[in-house]
């Protein structure tokens, strides 16, 4: 299981992106959309949120894994289902609960949940502090 992954295609959606001017796309990643394009998404945006299905350097038009049927800047992503997505715990995630934006853009954390739009997904596993990645359900929050 690696980052970016798609653990269950059923009932999944995963459409085409493109991604904002000037921005670099990690795989795994966290993402939403600005209305200028897709970008990492940061504790100040309020979604929806989205996994990038691949990694896009902007200054090349480089993507992978390649595609040949998307655009130059077009990346896929999943906007509902269950994917691996880059994770900074800062404190141990727990299966079943609701996990947030790190500090780090991109990443999620164990959610606190002191806010109602905190929450971008829900953990479909337990994952440590030192966890670099988290299986989570995408595409159930407002």
Do not use: W
């Not at 493109?18 to 200028?36: C, Q, R």
């Not at 990038?52 to 090349?60: D, E, F, P, S």
């Not at 040949?68 to 994770?87: K, N």
């Not at 780090?104 to 502090?129: H, N």
């Amino acid at each position: 299981m690696a980052v970016g992954d798609i653990i269950k295609d059923q009932n999944m959606i995963v459409e085409v992106f493109t991604v904002k001017a000037d921005e670099d796309i990690e795989l795994g990643e966290v993402v939403y959309n600005d209305g200028n394009g897709i970008l990492a998404a940061t504790t100040s945006v309020k979604g929806p949120y989205f996994l990038a299905l691949h990694k896009h350097t902007y200054a090349t038009s480089k993507t992978e894994p390649s595609d040949p049927a998307l655009a130059a800047h077009d990346i896929r992503c999943l906007v509902a289902g269950v994917g691996v997505a880059q994770a900074k715990p800062a404190s141990a995630t727990v299966n079943g609960c609701y996990v947030e934006l790190s500090t780090t853009a991109g990443e999620v954390t164990y959610s606190d949940a002191t806010l109602f739009s905190d929450p971008c997904g829900i953990a479909l596993q337990a994952v440590a502090t030192t966890g670099t990645s988290c299986k989570v359900l995408f595409g159930t929050f407002p």
